[in-house]
């Protein structure tokens, strides 16, 4: 490990309901985003890209299958998503693959003024935004 690298996310783990249908939605998005399958089990895949990568999982362990990103824990994940027109693109894609839009009266700038952003939720109300950060 480099100095350089302490505080670096190193992996992401997503417990979901359904993994055939999370795989679906999760895969599509983050293979649009330039991560790549890296490992598999049963009810379980990780995708990389560079040093960090993302799980899903639908573990046996789960105490419900409901996510509530309102209530206490994670909201959402941010994810640079290129220009504007491609976080524009990957938006229209996205509800076209099946994930709702959020907050469309205040697109782009959801976030603020100076914040380029979409955001988009899966069929179990995992949220995700996209930023344009070029």
């Known amino acids: 490990m480099t100095a350089n690298s302490v505080g670096a996310l190193h992996h992401i783990e997503l417990w979901v309901p359904n993994f055939t249908r999370a795989d679906n939605e999760w895969g599509w998005l983050l293979s649009r985003l330039g991560y790549q399958t890296y490992q598999e089990w049963p009810n379980g895949r990780s995708w990389r890209r560079g040093p ?3 799980v899903l999982e639908e573990s046996p362990d789960l105490s419900s299958r409901v996510h509530e990103r309102i209530s206490p824990g994670l909201n959402h994940l941010a994810f640079r998503a ?3 027109a491609q976080v524009d693109a990957l938006a229209q894609e996205a509800v076209a693959s099946g994930w709702e839009a959020l ?4 697109y782009p700038h959801a976030g603020g003024p100076g914040h380029y ?10 949220e995700v935004e996209l930023v344009a950060t070029e």
């Open 103 to 106: 907050f469309q009266d205040k």
């Open 52 to 54: 960090t990568y993302i």
């Open 82 to 84: 290129g220009t504007e």
């Open 117 to 126: 952003a979409a955001y988009i939720a899966n069929s179990y109300g995992f």
